[in-house]
Every structure is written in structure tokens, then in C-alpha cells.
């Protein structure tokens, strides 16, 4: 019975996800009805929590969690509310720790990989912003926001390689039209 347990959890796990928070940290939503199943009580708790992020009472929401998290360390869903919560509060180094472990726990779940790229490329470590998109994908090759996600990345490393491009030959007439298409594309804060 509890083998049967564990795979709902998963797979209500996976289904909430895909409503959870996994790009540029859009507000987080998780969307549930409470049915009688063994699934309710987890729902609940996760609703709490969620709604908490919503409202932006991030250190209460933090709290519910890891409250949740005493009595179920290895939750995934939790855990990863926990790692965009923890985002948030501007965390950036517990959250990637926590996403890394939530990687290594559950290495079949796409969005963690995804969040920690996320995490990596708002601290300029765009390869291995990089290095984990490809593993989102290669767990889940239909998930879009990765895809667009690793578009990103490689528009930024595209972006570092035109300008050491152009600062070992400043005379190349190649490179500033493709500098000015990015910066065009994604704004001023892409320089050469």
C-alpha cells in the first residue's frame, strides 16, 4: 500500500507541477481540489503554503514549509516550493543547494533542473545554466519554458563570445551588427 501511496504523490506531484512556478519566477500557483483521497491532507498543506508565496508573506510560507518538511523530508513538491520561496527571500545559494539535492533525489523531475538554471543565469554561470536546461530536457523533451529557457542561455554565451570576439579584433566589422541584434533583442544590459 504504501508503494501505491508513494507513486500518487508522484504523479500528483508531477500534474501540480506543471502550474508551480518554473521560468523567471512568475507568481507561483498551484491550483487544487481537495478530493477524498489519500492525496487531500498533502494538498492542503501545499495550498497553504502557495498561497502564502502568493500574497508575498514569504517568511510565514518559509515556515509552514519547512515545518511540513520535519515530518516529510524527502516531499519533492514541498521541497521545491521550499527552493522558489527561498528564491524569493533573494536566497540564491540556499535555493540552489536545495535544487541541487531535489536534482540528485529525483532525477526523472524536469522543473527543478529548470529553476536551478534559472539560478545559475542570474548569477552569470550560464554554463552551467546551461548544463542543467539540457538535463530538464533530456528528462522532459516537451517542456517549452526549458526550451525557451536554453534559448536564453545561448543567447547570453552568444553575447560573451562576440564580445572577447571583438576585444581581440575591435576592427572586425562582423561582430557589432550581431552585438546590436541582441542588445536590440534583450535590451541595454547586454554589452560588448
Do not use: W
Amino acid at each position: 500500500m504504501q508503494t501505491s501511496v508513494d507513486t500518487l504523490r508522484k504523479f500528483a506531484f508531477i500534474i501540480l507541477m506543471g502550474s508551480a512556478l518554473v521560468g523567471a519566477f512568475f507568481p507561483l500557483t498551484v491550483r487544487a481540489q481537495v478530493y477524498a483521497t489519500p492525496l487531500a491532507p498533502y494538498i492542503d498543506d501545499y495550498t497553504k503554503v502557495t498561497k502564502l508565496v502568493s500574497a508575498k508573506q514569504l517568511a510565514e510560507a518559509l515556515v509552514k514549509a519547512e515545518s511540513y518538511l520535519e515530518g516529510k523530508p524527502k516531499d519533492p513538491q514541498m521541497r521545491f516550493i521550499k527552493g522558489v520561496i527561498l528564491s524569493d527571500m533573494g536566497k540564491s545559494a540556499d535555493a540552489i543547494s536545495l535544487f541541487v539535492t531535489l536534482t540528485q533525489d529525483y532525477p526523472e523531475l524536469p522543473e527543478p533542473y529548470n529553476n536551478l538554471a534559472v539560478l545559475y543565469a542570474a548569477n552569470n554561470q550560464f554554463e552551467q545554466a546551461r548544463s542543467a536546461l539540457e538535463m530538464a530536457i533530456r528528462t522532459n523533451p516537451s517542456y517549452a519554458t526549458a526550451h525557451e529557457n536554453l534559448g536564453d542561455v545561448y543567447i547570453k554565451l552568444a553575447s560573451q563570445s562576440y564580445s572577447k570576439a571583438l576585444q581581440l579584433e575591435p576592427n572586425k566589422t562582423t561582430i557589432q551588427p550581431k552585438l546590436a541584434l541582441i542588445r536590440t533583442m534583450f535590451g541595454p544590459d547586454i554589452k560588448p
